[in-house]
């Protein structure tokens, strides 16, 4: 597992609102990285914040953690890549 770097944390709803304003979606998908109690889809959509290239997880009730995206990751253009990549990997733990 990849060290990662915890690039902010966001509280409530409003504050979530701010955040996502302030970012650049369209950098792609990741297969998931980091599993939270709220978030447990296969992908993580990859955005750029602050010139990095970050991702997102609510790990409790109304907080998000955004994290960057750690070198050597694939960034897959498409949703159903990063998917099959996460289920290989599944897969091949098992």
């Not at 409530?12 to 109690?37: D, P, S």
């Amino acid at each position: 597992m990849a060290e990662l770097t915890r690039v902010r944390r966001v509280k409530g709803y409003a504050g979530q609102a701010r955040f996502w304003a302030e970012t650049k979606r369209g950098g792609g998908y990741i297969a998931t990285l980091l599993q939270g109690k709220y978030s447990c889809g296969p992908t993580n959509q990859v955005f750029e914040y602050n010139g990095k290239k970050c991702f997102a997880v609510e790990t409790s009730h109304r907080v998000l953690d955004v994290f960057e995206v750690p070198d050597g990751t694939t960034i897959h253009r498409r949703d159903k890549d990063a998917t099959n990549e996460y289920l290989a990997a599944r897969k091949a733990a098992c």
